[in-house]
């Protein structure tokens, strides 16, 4: 039953798949067939997905398995059919999955589809919804707002639709209970790891077999197609930095923004408080006055007597036990009455009663702090960079226009554009249709613009492109290399380290298959066993995933051994106990939550099936494994 549960894990990751697709591809546009460019890849049911639309999913695929494994990503993973087959297989079950959810009116309202929006952590400035980063970030992916609302409310209603599936399976108690009886159960396991790399030495390949490997995979040694380009950014950065600002300008800025470059002066005071209500009649007003009146004489008799007749007669809940005291506070903190007031005081001077919407204050001021200022000159470098940073954002949208417009008119050269906007052209190499080591190149508008047959043979500007909020990029190809054979004498050597390191990996596999059978001979000292950890299918305490092998062995004779095959090698496991451990009541709940899942899983593969076997889908197969 356990082995079943871990069987299943594959298609729980593709149902979970199909759940995060729509949103890892929220800039494609699936659903919309006015992108109708090029032949058709596949159709569903008289629905087209185009070689625009195919591509573009490649593409936005690459880039979230990029960012999921930044150096580990090799782009040549996408030019294999099976993946290209694979993200194919995805959109179809999108298209047909939306389909079946139309035939039911399955919809999303307005407010609902709006509280994502708002949420997306890609629209927000301070954490608050921006509509001008909506825009300028939908733009920057090539699609209006309108698209992306439509293709993100389908996206929507099919989550609300696998989701359903995912939590409405069933499991048994029973069944519950015997898988988590297998989950908590601990084996004693020790390893005997047989290296390959050790066993290198022992390697001799024949002189041929690099010349042969390299002929009979010519594919394996080829140079991606690449582009070397030169290109400007236009920016907020970019423009401020060609900003110029007059020193009356900085003087200005720095004489109304003096509370950003110091210390306020601070006073610290003490009052005491003869309240009112807020709808007290005069006659209430003057009593509080005159109480007011009446304790001030008897400070002004006796000032340092301030405290006691704080205490004993202020009505302030949060300074009378304190006699009175406030501690220090700047002008902007208090009730207008109470601080201007304060700050016309003298050091230990005491004022008469000031009125303010709590009451009557008689108050003393106890120490004063002198403010602060950092001089103009300190905080030039700052001020300057700020107020460059405000011309530069009011002077965009025009400049974008401009900028745009210039790239396009005068396409064979960038130095136009880049001397009006005081640019600096930069030169980027070893691009490919994939990835660009650039950053603002790797856009994947920029790259296919890159790659289209006018820039790549008339040399022409590729349109500017918005990369990022505020950034627009321009390109011009200077160079490019078609897919090229790497030449055998460039690559033999590491022809020759892979074929020893493959024979080593087989030898080491073998010597293990062969030390497994004298342990299950009865020869212990066939092999040299570690420590012994005590593992279980949910925590194999540091092990290797190879270790879980250890529970499908046959435990009714201890120890009972087993080989597993590695990436580097081969190891032996050695079990030499068994450990029932009876499960918790909240172990047993979550295992049938989770088998639940497992059941609405398998429901929701059916459907699949039965949608793909009751719809009419046709794929171009020379279209699917032509490289986009």
């Known amino acids: 039953m356990f082995n079943w549960v871990h069987g299943n894990k ?21 659903y919309q067939n006015a992108l109708t460019d090029g032949g058709v890849v596949a159709s569903v049911d008289g629905q087209k997905i185009t070689e625009q639309e195919f591509g573009n999913a490649l593409r936005q695929q690459q880039e979230r398995m990029r960012s999921l494994l930044k150096q580990n990503f090799d782009p040549t993973l996408f030019d294999a059919p099976a993946m290209r087959q694979e993200v194919l297989e995805g959109m179809i079950s999108q298209h047909l999955l939306t389909q079946y959810a139309f035939r039911r009116d399955m919809t999303l309202d307005d407010e609902q589809l709006r509280a994502t929006i708002i949420s997306i952590p890609a629209f927000q400035e301070d954490g608050r919804f921006s509509k001008a ?22 996206d929507m209603v099919l989550q609300q639709l696998t989701g359903a599936f995912a939590d409405s399976g069933i499991a048994s108690k029973a069944v519950a209970l015997e898988v988590a009886l297998l989950r908590a159960q601990q084996r004693e396991v020790s390893e005997h790891v047989i290296p390959a790399q050790s066993l290198q030495s022992q390697v001799r390949i024949a002189p041929e077999a690099a010349r042969e490997y390299f002929d009979r995979n010519p594919s394996q ?39 950003k470059f110091g210390e306020p002066e601070q006073r610290r005071a003490s009052h005491i408080l003869i309240s009112f209500k807020s709808n007290a009649t005069g006659v209430d007003r003057d009593g509080a006055r005159a109480k ?58 005491i004022s008469d009663p000031v009125e303010s919407e709590f009451g009557f204050h008689i108050i003393r001021l106890a120490a004063i702090k002198p403010g602060t200022m950092k001089s103009v000159e300190a905080v030039r470098p700052e001020i300057e960079r700020e107020l460059k940073k405000q011309h530069a954002a009011k002077r965009y949208a025009e400049a974008a226009e401009a900028f745009s417009n210039l790239v396009y008119e005068q396409s064979d050269s960038l130095k136009p554009a880049a001397e009006k906007f005081k640019l600096a052209i930069r030169q980027a190499e070893g691009i490919t249709r994939q990835s660009s080591p650039v950053p603002s190149l790797g856009n994947p508008r920029v790259l296919a613009a890159l790659f289209a047959d006018d820039a790549i043979k008339n040399h022409r ?37 892979e074929l020893v390191r493959k024979e080593a990996l087989a030898l080491a596999r073998k010597r293990g298959a062969e ?114």
């Open 10 to 30: 594959r298609l729980i990751q593709v149902i979970l798949g199909l759940i995060v697709i729509p949103f890892a591809f929220w800039g494609v546009n699936f």
């Open 133 to 154: 980063r909506y825009e300028a970030t939908l733009r920057a992916e090539g699609y209006s707002p309108l698209a992306f609302e439509a293709s993100l409310r389908r």
């Open 221 to 259: 040694f080829q140079l991606p197609e690449q582009v070397r380009v030169e290109y400007v950014v236009l920016s907020n950065d970019t423009l401020a930095a060609a900003e110029q600002v007059p020193p009356e300008d900085i003087r200005a800025y720095y004489e109304a923004n003096t509370v």
């Open 292 to 349: 007011a009146e009446q304790i001030l004489a008897q400070v002004r008799k006796s000032p340092g007597s301030f405290s006691e007749l704080a205490k004993k007669n202020s009505d302030d809940p949060g300074s009378t036990a304190k006699g009175g005291d406030l501690g220090f506070f700047s002008r902007g903190m208090m009730v207008r009455a109470f601080e201007d007031a304060a700050f016309r005081l003298k050091l230990n001077e």
């Open 461 to 497: 500007n590729i349109e500017a492109i918005e990369v990022g909020q505020n950034t627009l990029v321009s390109a011009r190809v200077i160079d490019h290399k078609p897919t090229a054979q790497r030449p055998f004498d460039e690559v033999k050597v590491e022809i020759a380290g």
């Open 515 to 628: 030390r497994l059978e004298e342990l299950k001979r009865g020869n212990a000292a066939a092999a040299g066993f570690g420590s012994t950890k005590l593992v279980s299918r949910d925590n194999l305490q540091g092990l290797g995933p190879e270790a879980s092998a250890v529970f499908g062995v046959d435990t009714s004779k201890l120890p009972a051994y087993i080989g597993v095959d590695s990436a580097n090698g081969h190891i032996l496991y050695r079990v030499s106990r068994v450990i029932d451990v009876p499960p918790d009541e909240a172990r047993q709940r979550s295992v049938q939550a989770e088998l639940g899942r497992v059941n609405g899983s398998e429901e929701f593969k059916s459907l699949l099936v039965g949608l793909r076997a009751n719809r009419k889908v046709e794929i171009d197969k020379t279209l699917l494994e032509k490289k986009q």
